[in-house]
C-alpha cells in the first residue's frame, strides 16, 4: 500500500515560535494533500487541502496567515504553525490520495505541544 | 458542506459478539465512504470503504453497508475480539467534487474478553 510519511512525531516549542511539520508521500505522487488537526477524544478535523504548485485552500475558521502550507512537490507539503500558543497544542495528520482515487492514506501524525 | 454524524460514541461487546456502528451523511452527492479504525496516539488506518454503486461489502469479519436513499451507511464487525478494541471513525467524501474527508464523531469500541 502506499506509505504517507511525517516529521517530526512529535514536538515541544515555546509560545511564540514556529514549528514546520512535513508530510511525505514516499511511494507514490500526490498533486493534492490535505491536512487534519485531531483534539484529544475528538474527530479528525479538516484544516486545508494542499494543492502542489498552487495555493493552498483553507477550511472556514481556520486561519491561513497563522497556518501557512507549502506544497513544494509531487511528493512534499509542509505546514508551519506560526506563532503557535497553548490552544495550538493538538494532534495535526495529513493524508495522500493514492494515484488519484478517493482512498487516502494517513501520514502518522505529528505530536505538537505549545508550553 | 457535509455533515457526517455517528452514533453510538461508544460501543462495549462482549468478545465474540458482533458490533455495528451507524454513520448518516448529509450531501446526496457524496459517493466515496471509507471506515478508519484508529489506535491510541496512532494513524488512522483505512479498513474498508464503499463507493455508492454499491450496497454492500464484505472483507472477512468486516462489513459495510449503504443505504443511498436513506443516506446512511453502517460498519459490522462479527466475531469480535480483543484486537478490534479502538476508536473507529467513518467519513465521506466526493460530494460536489470534494476529496476531502468528512469524518464522523468517531465511536470508542472496547471488547471484553
Known amino acids: 500500500g502506499a506509505v504517507v510519511s511525517q516529521h517530526p512525531s512529535w514536538v515541544i516549542c515555546k509560545s511564540g515560535t514556529s514549528v514546520k511539520i512535513e508530510c511525505r508521500s514516499l511511494?507514490?505522487?500526490?498533486?493534492?494533500m490535505f491536512w487534519y488537526r485531531q483534539f484529544p477524544k475528538q474527530s479528525l478535523m479538516l484544516m486545508a487541502t494542499?494543492?502542489?504548485?498552487?495555493?493552498?485552500?483553507?477550511e472556514q475558521g481556520v486561519e491561513k496567515d497563522k497556518f501557512l502550507i507549502n506544497h513544494a512537490s509531487l511528493t512534499l507539503s509542509t505546514l508551519t504553525v506560526t506563532s503557535a500558543h497553548p490552544e495550538d497544542s493538538s494532534f495535526y495528520i495529513c493524508?495522500?490520495?493514492?494515484?488519484?482515487?478517493?482512498?487516502?492514506?494517513f501520514g502518522p501524525g505529528t505530536r505538537l505541544l505549545v508550553l | 458542506g457535509e455533515n457526517v454524524e455517528q452514533h453510538p460514541s461508544t460501543l462495549s461487546v462482549q468478545e465474540g459478539d458482533s458490533a455495528v456502528i451507524k454513520c448518516t451523511y448529509s450531501?446526496?452527492?457524496?459517493?466515496?465512504f471509507p471506515w478508519y479504525k484508529q489506535e491510541l496516539g496512532k494513524r488512522p488506518q483505512l479498513i474498508i470503504d464503499?463507493?455508492?454503486?454499491?450496497g454492500e461489502k464484505k472483507d472477512q469479519r468486516i462489513a459495510v453497508t449503504l443505504n443511498k436513499t436513506a443516506k446512511h451507511f453502517s460498519l459490522h464487525i462479527t466475531e469480535t475480539q480483543p484486537e478490534d478494541s479502538a476508536v473507529y471513525f467513518c467519513?465521506?467524501?466526493?460530494?460536489?467534487?470534494?476529496?476531502?474527508?468528512?469524518f464522523g464523531s468517531g465511536t470508542r469500541l472496547q471488547v471484553q474478553p
Open positions: 493524508s495522500a490520495p493514492w494515484a488519484g482515487a478517493e482512498t487516502q492514506y
Open positions: 511511494d507514490f505522487q500526490a498533486t493534492t
Open positions: 494542499s494543492n502542489e504548485g498552487s495555493k493552498a485552500t483553507y
Open positions: 450531501d446526496s452527492a457524496s459517493n466515496y
Open positions: 464503499i463507493r455508492s454503486n454499491v
Open positions: 467519513a465521506a467524501s466526493g460530494g460536489t467534487g470534494r476529496r476531502a474527508l468528512t
